[in-house]
């Protein structure tokens, strides 16, 4: 069998060090689970432009269709603030959303026990919480036409966004959301306004005729995605899979994410459409940013990072076992009270990057 291609694009700021630690855990699964991958690396964002002079090159984007997923730190910072809008590094990484053509968005809301009274919300609330939220990412409100500011006869300006969705573009959505739902906890609740908005109407119609059409061993709820926003923060483990549009997915999924507490905890993935054998295009990245104000410094969290990898072994390379290996890892080293800054407790033991990565090592090797 020849190995999967993976393309590491490790980026800016605290890029490189979050990502140094899942090198860590490729080369331990080499070693000691024969589970090996053609890895390439890459420069995406401000240190493309430093060395390319633009976000990112052609030749690094051709190593991404081919890749059978990619994996990104994170990109940006002060330094390239002041380019023009076409270089500027976030370009790079919208590239790469953009010709792979990704329109799933996937944002797990997961609290880990050990860090249930970091969140916002009582601890009861969300411990053992886990959500998935998938949301819509290259159509809706942000692309639709017509759009523009206008002025009007009377001198009065006028800012028009459409929100458009077409059958094809909501069915396979759904279909993402109805496929992990299957392998969760077989329910989820689909989103929008169909109260006020023909677009959600259509959306809930489609959306209720795939799940009875392919789907029926799923639960499926609709709901108003203004009292999706309420009840996540009433009764947020009601929730299996959230499934939804751009606009509300935006919303939601940042909402979501706070639940947890911590955004250096937040892993993501982007998928685009599947191949004649299922395979699907797909990039995983952690929410945060690339942190400028601690780069350099060994003390970012590469746990979101982290986790966008284990997410990776389990949607692109079916590695459910090595996927659920790592994230067992993650809770045993913050069981453990390893914390980096962002995630301090009281009485735990805050620890580098380095030695983070370390501690989950030594946690996956006792569990094998
Ligand atoms: P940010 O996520 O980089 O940082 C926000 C705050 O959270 C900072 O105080 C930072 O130190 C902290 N933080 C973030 N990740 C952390 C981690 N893993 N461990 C510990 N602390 C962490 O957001 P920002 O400050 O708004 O943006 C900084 C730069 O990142 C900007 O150039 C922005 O455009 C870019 N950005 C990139 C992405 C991406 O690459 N996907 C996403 C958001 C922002």
Redesign the pocket.
Known sequence: MTAKKLLILP?????PE?MAQVLRIIDWLAKKRQLSFDVSEGLV??CSYDKHGVPLTEETMELAQQADAVL???????K??TLPFAL???RG?LRLRKDLKLFANLRPAFVFDALADASSLKTDLVRGLDIMIVRELTGGVYFGEPRGIETLPNGERRGVNTQVYTTSEIVRIAEVAFELARKRGKKVHSVEKANVMESGLLWREEVQKLRDARYPDIALEHMYADNCAMQLVRTPKQFDVIVTDNLFGDLLSDCAAMLTGS???LPSASLGAADANGARKALY??????????AGRD???????LLSFAMMLRYSFDKEEDATLLETAVKAVLDGGMR????MQPGMAKVS?TVMGESILRELDKLI
């Open positions: 980026g800016d700021g605290i890029g979050v964002g401000g990104l730190g994170a990109v940006g910072g002060p390239w603030d500027k590094p976030e990484l955004l250096g905890m990245e952690p929410v945060h940013g690339s942190a400028p104000d601690i003390i970012a969290n590469p746990l979101a990072t980096t800054g962002d995630i990057t």
